[in-house]
């Protein structure tokens, strides 16, 4: 037990660290910035492993040492505990005056008629009695160790359900623009992690349509702008020919599909845009997601259309959903779209083949561009209502605003182990409820008879968890049903501890 607290303590101190350095399983964005900045210090985080300290090989080995040193430890305690239940009760103390609580009393009761009213009486309190020549011992509170026990395995059961959902579970997340869909395989993810031994094969082959989403705001003089409803409603489809059915999906009331779990995490503004190129033609047209910066939407993006030809263009800049222009520039007030606009700075550049590497959706990669100016060489400032747009200097082309959209952030996880997680959470608070509040006792009387033809009765208790309330009721109790009609009162006495 002590090895097992120890392990525990440095598990903990071990999981320090993955809560201070970020971890690539869980940002891994932040993992290639802080490289960015600590360029000398990444190196030896690399080495110890402070990137991914939840399976670096020595937290796994505390880990490890953790589950060896419990199951040590239970497995004695086990055998004990099963000894103890087929053992009768201990034989009656030579002298039960000693015990923290004692009592003595005469009575012209034989000594049969006595050790039988008190067995009967400690029965009636869940004891177990065991009747031998002279005395009758009784004793409960078993429990209280199966309690003991029971905590302890739930631990180690805690344990197996954690590292089954880290070694086979997975989480993702995709934005899904109304009207589109998604398919739950690994191309679809914005961005994906999978446990040590996760297959992409495990994945289950769900797909979903986000038909609607539906947002309320406060409009009242109270907390005005916040968020009152997030509904979406979407199409399932639970496997490859299976006939799609409706669900609604709502903010901690997740769906469940073929064990795997949908949550709707966040939300925003996808502008609709028509980009024209230089020749005419129409390099790009569709939604594109913007990501909010602020309580009221405020959301910034890049608008990319690298086949516009004969130059590639590019936009970037602000979608407001009720917009205004003050002090403070360009913002939102309201997180709804009552005034909806677009404000943005254009770009232009040579086209240049692709090279297949990844960049970012959702911001424009100037290195190879030029901004676009007007005829005064002014940088182009773009300010479009929904329905309007805006004409490029020299023939470069035209941008509309067509309309916008909503998309939904959803979180796509399995936790395998989480039943069994969940599960031995919940027998570990009733195994520690049934060792807190369960009270191991034992209670001896014996009967002997005295010279003048009457019964000497001896009565003694022992509560074995250092916890007397209630031990003197129990001992008056059983000498309650000694005394006999006009007899003296009888005497009780607490003996040496």
Known sequence: MRTALVLLFLLALAAIPGAIVPQKAIAPAKVLDFRSANPQLSKIYDALGLFNVYTSPWFS???????????????????????????????????????????????????????????????????RVVRRDGSVAAERGYLREFGNLLFHLSMLVLLVGIAWSTLFGYKGSSIVVTGQGFSNNVTQYDDFTGGGLFRDSSLAPFSLTLDAFTVRFETGPVQTGAARQFTAKVTVTDRPGAT??????EVNHPLSVNGTDVHLIAHGYAPVVTVTDGNGNVAFNGPVVFLPQDGNFT????????????????????????????MKGPHSLFPDALVPQLFLNAWAGTPRPETGTPSSVYTLDTTAMTQIKDAEGKPVAVRLKEGEYFDLPDGRGRLTFVGWQRWAKLQVSSSPGLPLTVGSVAAAILGLMLSLFIRPRRIWARATADGDGRTLVEIGGLDRADARTGLDDEVAAVLAVMDDPGEDVPQTSEGME
């Not at 004695?76 to 003595?104: G, H, M, N, Q």
């Open 61 to 127: 080995a505390i880990y490890l040492l953790l589950f060896i040193s419990l199951i040590g430890c239970i497995l004695p305690r086990i055998r004990v505990y099963v000894r103890a239940l087929r053992a009768e009760p201990p034989a009656t103390p030579s002298r039960l005056d000693r015990l923290p609580e004692s009592a003595t009393t005469s009575t012209a009761r034989s000594a049969d008629e006595v050790l039988d009213a008190a067995a009967a009486v400690l029965r009636r309190k869940r004891f």
């Open 244 to 249: 799609p059915h409706p669900e609604t999906l």
């Open 299 to 326: 959301s910034t993006g890049a608008i990319k259309a690298p086949d516009a030809r004969p130059e590639t263009l590019g936009f970037q800049g602000f979608f407001l959903p009720t917009a205004t222009v003050d």
